[in-house]
């Protein structure tokens, strides 16, 4: 039985990222950190690893550490989503020149169909053709969670769910207002109180 769980298995780190993207703000090795350990401790990730090419018994943990990240590219771990099931997942800071510094916690799609198979195809509704996404909302939920309590440690300007979003969109964009047609969730400051808009495309 496919493994989602087994690093060495590349199909479990195939396809699209499912992903919170979180924009930090400006470049600082500090915040970044801050928002890197809440990260961790908010989703009980399992381990912190630099390689995928070897399982975590074949390997040694490592710091996790805006250092390792810089050394490794990417850190790696397990976590148990909310249905209960545990699959591969990692985190990659993306630091754009004269921008912002943002984190982004992902889970492979290939991982995720092995539990899901609905990750893998988009579900249409019968009578209007259109795509529907009400099924994701409970790992929606579940990673808006994780932004908040991240937020509660390293307030940050932004944070989007969904299928590769990181990137997408910036709080400078927005300025405070999303779209009324969602196809990702946004996590949005105001005030000092972090808001959770689901997606509902």
């Known amino acids: 039985m496919n493994n989602p769980t087994s690093f060495t298995d590349r199909e479990n ?42 399982e975590p018994e074949e390997q040694n943990e490592v710091a996790c550490t805006v250092s390792s990240l810089a050394e490794f590219g ?13 699959v591969v997942c990692g985190c990659v800071a993306v630091r754009e020149d004269g921008g912002s510094d943002w984190l ?14 609905r990750f893998g195809s988009y579900l ?3 009578t209007s053709g259109e795509a529907v996404f009400a099924w994701r909302r ?3 939920d579940w990673l808006a969670d994780i932004g908040t309590s ?7 300007r932004l944070g989007l769910i969904s299928f590769e979003t990181s990137g997408s969109v910036d709080a400078r964009e927005l300025n ?6 969602r196809w990702m969730g946004y996590l949005l400051p105001a005030d000092g109180v972090l808001r959770y808009l689901a997606a509902n495309g």
């Open 13 to 54: 780190w195939s396809g699209e990222w499912y992903e919170l993207a979180i924009e930090i703000g400006d470049t600082s090795d500090k915040r970044l950190q801050g928002a890197l350990s809440a990260l961790w401790r908010a989703a009980a990730i399992e381990g912190c690893y630099g390689h995928r090419d070897r």
């Open 74 to 86: 990417f850190l790696r771990g397990t976590v148990i989503l909310p249905t209960g099931h545990r």
């Open 104 to 117: 982004d916690f992902y889970l492979p799609v290939g991982a995720l169909e092995r539990i899901d198979e």
């Open 124 to 126: 249409f509704d019968q």
């Open 138 to 140: 409970t790992y929606d």
């Open 150 to 156: 991240v937020y509660q440690e390293v307030p940050f």
């Open 176 to 181: 405070g207002t999303p779209p009324e047609e």
